[in-house]
């Protein structure tokens, strides 16, 4: 099966997370996956194929070489909530001319607006047809491991040592190594296959954080309120703008980072605001935090009553440091992609990876690139030939891990 059968195929199932919930996987759709997944790795010939009561699927190919060490290759089944998952209808557009792709009738990706389209002229570009997302993050990572381990089994002459694989859930809900079991896993250093465009290689990642606010009004009839009332609104709107109006994500890239508010629920008696807060420095990432409850501060001393209260809560951190002291990780996957023809590309993630905490709980795991682009949304694309690379990069790491 080739790795565009094996997208296709996974894309057509709806792996949906699914926020706030206390279950694992967070929704019973995922299991869809998992089993067919479970079926696919026995067909393969892998070993110690096994599902999880958390609904992760893990794997072994056994080294065909002595002395190498055992590698993990990771990537998420999940999609994000941000868009449906479902009755997803990929589209071929080949031998992209550079010109708009009319989605539907609605919709359009033209490289005006995705100016990135224009790397990729004479390809054949995978689509959605522009009602949900596509499912590239990370279903083309899945594909992309699966077809490289097929080549490895296929062609027994290539080395390679001991391969572990994982398909986790729930990786865009934030808990996609909440039960990952490293020591089981038993891999000295592991890469998410989860990353963007071709050539693409991250070892670095925001530092991450969650702001609640929380504010107290005094709600009292407006006909009556003169000296009275307290609106927690103009408390909400005075609370964002001491924050600095141009560090949020609209205004920011490469290592900038921001205050992101996510939501608000907001009454005259009462206001909540979540924030996220990301920084890639650490130094810079703790100033954000402390200035973030410094704002609290000042609105209750400016009114002289505590109407402010702020909770702050890491996330995760840059995986940097941790990747560092091993960073032959990251040169040997660098040294593959040229090999094979490839620029790569040292980007730092704008957000968060599975990698990052894993990277902290003792398993080195730079992300690799998928292909893909726009996730999460109607808009989201990926390459043919962008996935057939990702596939020969895999197999030459492993030839490279074998030594």
């Known amino acids: 099966m080739t790795v565009v059968e094996r997208f296709i195929r996974y894309v057509k199932i709806n792996t949906q997370s699914e926020e706030g919930t206390a279950r694992f996987p967070s929704t019973d759709v995922q299991w869809d996956l998992a089993r067919l997944l479970v079926e696919e790795c026995k067909s393969l010939g892998l070993t110690q194929v096994f599902v999880s009561e958390h609904g992760i699927v893990t794997a072994t190919l056994p080294s065909n070489t002595e002395g190498a060490p055992t590698m993990g290759w990771i990537a998420h089944m999940d999609t994000s909530p941000d868009l449906s998952g479902n009755h997803v209808q990929p589209r071929f557009v080949e031998n992209y001319d550079g010109g708009s792709i009319q989605l539907n009738e609605n919709y359009e990706l033209n490289p ?10 004479g390809q054949t570009i995978i689509t959605t047809d522009g009602n949900t997302l596509l499912g590239a993050d990370d279903k083309a990572g899945i594909a992309e491991i699966l077809a490289a381990l097929e080549i490895l089994i296929q062609n027994p002459d290539l080395p390679h ?7 986790t859930p729930d990786e865009e809900v934030g808990h996609g190594t909440s039960n990952f079991d490293i020591t089981a896993f038993g891999a000295d250093f592991a890469y998410t296959i989860d990353g963007g465009a071709l050539g693409s290689i991250e070892f670095e990642n925001f530092n991450a954080a969650t702001g609640i606010v929380t504010i107290q009004g005094r709600n009292v009839h407006p006909g009556g309120a003169k000296h009275k009332m307290i609106n927690a609104n103009h408390l909400a709107m005075e609370f964002d703008a001491l924050l600095p109006h141009f560090d949020r994500p609209e205004y920011t890239d490469d290592y900038e980072g921001f205050f992101h508010l996510m939501k608000t629920d907001a009454s005259v008696e009462e206001a909540k605001l979540v924030y996220i807060i990301r920084d890639h420095d650490a130094s810079a990432f703790e100033w954000r935090k402390d200035f973030f409850i410094k704002c609290a501060d000042q609105l209750n001393q400016k009114y002289n009553q505590k109407l402010v209260s702020v909770h702050v809560k890491d996330s ?3 995986m940097r440091e941790m990747i560092m002291p091993h960073y032959h990780v990251v040169q040997t996957a660098l040294d593959a992609m040229e090999t094979i023809g490839i620029t790569p590309r040292v980007d730092p993630i704008r ?3 599975d990698g990052a905490r894993l990277s902290y709980l003792g398993l080195p795991c730079p992300n690799l690139f998928t292909g893909g682009h726009n996730y999460h949304g109607r808009y989201e694309f990926i390459p043919v030939e962008s996935m057939e690379k990702a596939v020969a990069v895999l197999v030459e790491i492993a030839k490279r891990t074998s030594k």
Request: net charge neutral; proline share 4%; hydrophobic share 30%.
């Open 351 to 353: 957000g968060g990876t």
């Open 316 to 318: 995760y951190q840059n």
């Open 161 to 167: 040592g001991t391969i572990r694989l994982a398909f």
């Open 112 to 121: 005006t607006d995705f100016p990135e389209l224009k790397n990729y002229l």
